[in-house]
């Protein structure tokens, strides 16, 4: 799938019971194919936002994905454009073994299981784990849990990738990886991170984005 | 191992002889290398069900007692025999004989939450053994409420994630087959043991 754009015009959200806007009113936009990290303080909103890109959350501004708003009618096909990467691997691996868990996937939008599953082990190939391919979930590290999770979420192509502190719990040899991997990819990312060091002395271009607290 | 699938059968014929089979049982799962505190952990299970029976042993009447032998042993073979197959095999054997797919998914990602499940379990048991929950017998209830309640919690949060993760990948209901099932030498005992116990329980209710 093509990159695509992401804007976002005065989204805030308020969780029930609290007292701040987390995030406070934020704008910004990525053109399609373009980078950028989400900088903040803990508990200021960052996850929330890609909550609200995902259309996993619902409160005051717009957010639009290739121009379409994750409304109720745009929901499918926003989904369909958009990987979500989150934090800890263990809530997003959904099946006992890798290959399946890659396939789940491109199995469910449509494509022939055998081709599927050929699909998954490409993407395994190409992230250096394709031998953890039959390896059930739960022997692996927390590092190749999260190779093998941007595997599933990369297997559908997406045109925009939210990815959720990807290297929180990775040592430097799997956040390394990880990072060459997304360097290969052609999709639009908006990165939550503590660390932006390590992602602005890349090669490619991150742009940055802060919420204030 | 022969001698441990027929101690087993015997068992199960006879409720004088259970004990005998459970031996046989606890052979076959060190032969095979099963992890004994596993093995343990899942016939304590066991145990809390047809426990009240053991408990009650000096007043049951030998009816009941052999009974609830026979009944333990059988859900023990159940059980050794399901961690002596090789763990994909059941849902691969089930996608074999046709069974509805939205079973086999729904196996699948209860197959793989339940490992993450009892991994939380471990945590949150470990967490209260480094802050001394165990350390006064009287905190034991306290403890064991914490763990009770934070499992329940986790459970609620993990479901609503787990309700986002299927949304946002595109889940409509199909699950990417699995490896395709094969013979496996290794796992023969376990199947037959596992269609004799449940067999001879079958027998038993009918008879």
Request: proline letters at 6%; hydrophobic letters at 55%; a positive charge.
């Amino acid at each position: 799938m093509k990159a695509l754009s992401l804007e976002i015009e005065g989204v805030c959200h308020r969780h029930p019971g609290a007292t701040l806007d987390t995030p406070p009113e934020l704008s910004f936009s990525i053109p399609p194919g373009g980078r950028a990290l989400l900088l903040g303080p803990n508990g200021c909103g960052k996850t929330t936002l890609l909550q609200r890109i995902a259309g996993l959350l619902e409160g005051a501004g717009t957010v639009r994905v290739g121009g379409l708003e994750p409304s109720r009618r745009n929901l499918a096909a926003v989904r369909k454009g958009l990987g979500f990467l989150w934090q800890n691997p263990d809530d997003a691996l959904l099946l006992p073994t890798a290959l399946e868990d890659v396939a789940l996937g491109p199995v469910n939008d449509g494509m022939d299981p055998k081709r599927a599953r050929e699909v998954a082990a490409e993407w395994l190939e190409r992230l250096g784990v394709s031998g953890l391919a039959d390896r059930p979930i739960r022997r692996l590290s927390m590092g190749e849990k999260q190779l093998v999770a941007l595997a599933g979420v990369l297997a559908r192509e997406p045109g925009l990738l939210l990815l959720d502190e990807p290297t929180a719990a990775l040592d430097d040899d799997a956040s390394e990886r990880l990072a060459c991997a997304l360097d290969q990819i052609e999709a639009t990312m908006l990165l939550v991170t503590h660390d932006a060091g390590f992602w602005l002395t890349r090669e490619r271009r991150w742009d940055v984005v802060r919420i204030a607290p | 191992m022969s001698f441990a699938a027929a101690g087993a059968a015997a068992g199960m014929a006879g409720a004088g002889s259970a004990l005998l089979g459970l031996v046989a049982l606890f052979l076959w799962s060190l032969w095979l290398r099963l992890s004994v505190r596993g093995l343990f952990w899942r016939l304590g299970v066991l145990v809390s069900g047809s426990g009240l029976w053991l408990l009650a042993a000096p007043f049951a009447p030998a009816q009941a007692l052999g009974l609830a032998l026979r009944g333990f042993t059988v859900s023990a073979v159940v059980v050794t025999a399901g961690m002596a197959v090789s763990w994909t095999a059941p849902l691969a054997l089930l996608q074999v004989l046709r069974a509805p797919p939205s079973l086999v998914a729904f196996l699948a990602i209860l197959a793989r939450h339940a490992v993450a499940v009892r991994d939380e379990a471990q945590r949150v048991w470990q967490v209260l053994l480094l802050r001394g929950a165990f350390d006064r017998r009287a905190n034991l209830p306290a403890a064991l409420r914490i763990l009770l309640a934070a499992l329940v919690s986790s459970a609620f949060r993990r479901g609503e994630r787990v309700a986002d993760v299927l949304a946002l990948r595109g889940f409509e209901g199909r699950v990417p087959a699995l490896p395709p099932w094969r013979w496996n030498v290794a796992d023969l005992p376990a199947y037959l043991l596992t269609a004799l116990a449940l067999s001879a329980t079958a027998l038993e209710a009918i008879g």
